[in-house]
């Protein structure tokens, strides 16, 4: 029961390392400091656009289709609850919500702003497929065909004022630390969180086995299993009536 103990506390300590890893670093397919191409783009209300327009400031970048049953209304969501408890002056940086999906019309686009009530500030917006192809790759972003719902990553990128990628936030939940800290990124700051991510983790790892080793040896060695103490007798001294 005791061994087991041990190799439960390694495995807990694993899990949080592991944890912590897969928060401060980003994925290797996500490039950092990619550029993102100049192509053209069709906003909701079917006017033609270009992401060269979002040069200037730093941008947050969020990939989505409007037929996403799940996924994609949380990730916006997400968005909206984490540029809401920002600190950032939502007039110092823009947020793009970019569609992948072929079939997406401008129409579809609207009912989709409007469906989740997303703010008037945000662009919302696709391109033409070959257009498409190029952006994504630009941030290594990948989209499969499943019976008609497209499988994608639930990620978001934070773009430098020069269109370079700079933080990726995964998942569909973010806070106002998450944007701010993205957006200082973004901004030219240091991602000494990423930047350290490996060491912490290997340090983490290193902790945890040792902390096992340690309790191994602890538990094995019981006071049972040693010898018990040898018992000595007083000498008797007898008198002589």
Not at 1 to 7: D, G, Q, T
Not at 77 to 97: C, F, H, M, N, W
Not at 158 to 170: I, N, R
Not at 202 to 222: G, K, N
Request: one cysteine or more; hydrophobic letters at 45%.
């Amino acid at each position: 029961m005791r061994r087991s103990l041990a190799i439960a506390v390694l495995l807990a300590g694993v899990t949080v390392a592991l944890r912590a890893g897969g928060r401060v670093s980003a994925a290797p397919e996500f490039p950092v400091g990619a550029t993102i191409p100049t192509i053209d783009l069709i906003d909701d209300t079917g006017r033609t656009r270009s992401t060269a327009e979002w040069r200037g400031a730093p941008a947050i970048l969020a990939p989505m289709y409007a037929r996403c049953p799940v996924a994609c209304p949380l990730i916006v969501q997400g968005l909206k609850t984490g540029t809401g408890e920002s600190s950032a002056d939502p007039s110092t940086y823009r947020v793009v919500i970019f569609s992948f999906d072929a079939r997406d019309t401008p129409a579809d686009l609207h009912r989709f702003r409007a469906r989740h009530n997303l703010p008037l500030a945000w662009t919302v917006v696709t391109a033409k497929p070959a257009d498409t192809r190029r952006l994504l790759d630009a941030i290594g972003y990948r989209v499969g065909d499943a019976n008609g719902l497209l499988a994608h990553p639930n990620v978001v990128v934070a773009l430098t004022p020069d269109l370079k990628t700079a933080k990726y936030l995964s998942g569909t939940t973010y806070r106002g630390h998450d944007i701010d800290e993205a957006l200082t990124i973004a901004r030219g700051g240091r991602d000494w969180i990423a930047l350290l991510g490996g060491w912490v983790l290997a340090i983490l790892l290193l902790a945890c086995a040792l902390s096992a080793v340690y309790l191994f040896t602890l538990f094995r060695i019981r006071p049972s299993d040693a010898a018990p103490p040898a018992i000595t007798t007083p000498p008797q001294h007898h008198s002589n009536a």
